[in-house]
């Protein structure tokens, strides 16, 4: 199809028709000059005879040789042909096959056809919408500052945005929209939600809800409200997600109820640090704002596959929104709703990490120094001590807290964990029986 478009700029039928063609290239001319280069000296022929062929004959059969150029040119074209005759089943048939991309194991795309976004986007809506919902917490503010020794306090709100992930109530949001401890102010204090409501798309009917559980390490919270029959949103895969394709960030900005706003996927697995932790997520160019926190990052069949959770702001900052892929999420959620916590596996240890700098002055090797250990933990219980320096983790190198704990996460509570020390300049290897974190 590029081609027929090409060509139809370059050559339009309406070109052929103001631009007859010249006549004297397909007639004999009377000049008499030129008489002789037409006629056969044959002093037999019938005078007649030579006007006959001069005048009829092969004017006709010139006008019938220009005709045949001048459609064959035409129907060559694809452009003016579909004008002359108009599109075929089979263009047809093309056209709408052409709607899907070609992708090699690289992820690239050799084909993209965006005469469709506009329906990519709607589709996309009309799947997700009903399982998006707003959320509003209602909490007390107090300031122990107020003068003459008294102390003010009032209400306040805020809002975020959920997923419904069961046709039974429950939904999945960040906990940060529903935990009131994780914001900080210097000069308030802020008491626990003492309400929490939910609204559903396209209705204004609010419900309560509860929180059945929460996440602090993977900002994530399930909340419940007691209605059944509601569409849960359909779930992505999450690791297959191509940088460029298609995102759609929906929630509950501002508090405006159900709205959306579209992008690409900008970057997979950007590690992102917020308040001290660390998140592996999707980055999109969709806008995220204040109240979309909860919300879902859908791909082009409006299938979930982040939760929109954090954006960047500030002069010279634009589209840069992350959301947790969803795939990371599932385990999350179903300890949530089964033990109303997320039970981690836990060695009992404070570290410090050593460069090679601080290694070097305080000639020890670069690692993991030990700086303290709980009572009767698990790093206890397998004979660390203060001061040891852990290079490795099940056989691999590390360096740093974060990939000490990276190895332990893929570990359940009770596995065992072999960890490779430094004491004193000698190695030795400890075996450590993981329990559950306090």
Do not use: W
Request: with cysteine; aromatic share 6%; charged share 20%.
């Amino acid at each position: 199809m590029e081609n027929d478009n090409n060509l139809n700029n370059s050559i339009n039928p309406k070109n052929f028709e103001s631009e007859p063609i010249n006549s004297n290239r397909f007639q004999v001319v009377s000049d008499p000059n030129l008489k002789n280069n037409f006629n056969y000296s044959n002093n037999n022929s019938k005078k007649s005879n030579g006007g006959f062929a001069k005048n009829i004959v092969i004017p006709f059969f010139s006008g019938i040789v220009g005709c045949s150029l001048v459609l064959g040119m035409c129907f060559g074209v694809p452009s003016i042909k579909e004008k002359i005759i108009g599109k075929n089943s089979v263009t047809s048939t093309s056209t709408s096959s052409s709607l899907s991309t070609n992708s090699n194991s690289l992820g690239t795309v050799s084909q993209v056809n965006l005469t469709n976004y506009s329906d990519t986007a709607v589709y996309a809506a009309n799947k997700i919408l009903p399982s998006i919902v707003g959320i509003e917490i209602t909490y007390k503010v107090s300031s122990p500052f107020f003068m003459f020794g008294g102390q003010s306090s009032s209400t306040a709100t805020a809002s975020g945005s959920g997923i419904i992930i069961s046709e039974d109530g429950y939904i999945l949001t960040n906990n940060h929209v529903v935990d009131t401890s994780s914001s900080s102010y210097s000069y308030y204090e802020i008491s626990k939600a003492s309400s929490i409501k939910v609204k559903l798309y396209d209705t204004d009917t609010t419900y309560d809800a509860t929180i059945i559980g929460q996440d602090s390490q993977t900002d994530l919270a399930v909340l419940k409200i007691d209605v059944s029959g509601l569409t849960s949103a359909e779930f992505a895969d999450s690791d297959s997600v191509k940088i460029g394709e298609f995102a759609m960030a929906i929630g509950n900005p501002l508090g405006l109820g159900s709205s959306i706003t579209c992008g690409v996927v900008s970057a997979v697995n950007r590690a992102v640090t917020n308040e001290g932790t660390t998140y592996t997520c999707i980055q999109t160019d969709a806008a995220i704002n204040s109240g979309n926190s909860g919300g879902a990052l859908v791909n082009s069949e409006g299938k979930v596959i982040g939760i929109n959770t954090l954006k960047l702001s500030g002069t010279g900052v634009e589209g840069i929104g992350f959301a947790i892929p969803i795939n990371s999420t599932l385990d999350i959620i179903d300890q949530l709703i089964e033990n109303n916590k997320v039970l981690r596996p836990y060695i009992g240890i404070t570290t410090q990490d050593l460069t090679e700098e601080i290694a070097k002055a305080n000639d020890l090797v670069v690692g993991i120094y030990v700086k303290s250990i709980a009572d009767f933990s698990a790093a206890e219980k397998a004979g660390l001590k203060v001061g040891d320096v852990i290079i490795k983790a099940d056989g691999k190198d590390v360096s740093t807290a974060s990939e000490l704990n990276e190895i332990r996460d893929t570990h359940k509570i009770g596995d065992e964990m072999t960890l490779t020390i430094n004491r004193n300049g000698s190695e030795k290897e400890i075996k450590v029986v993981l329990q559950e974190a306090p």
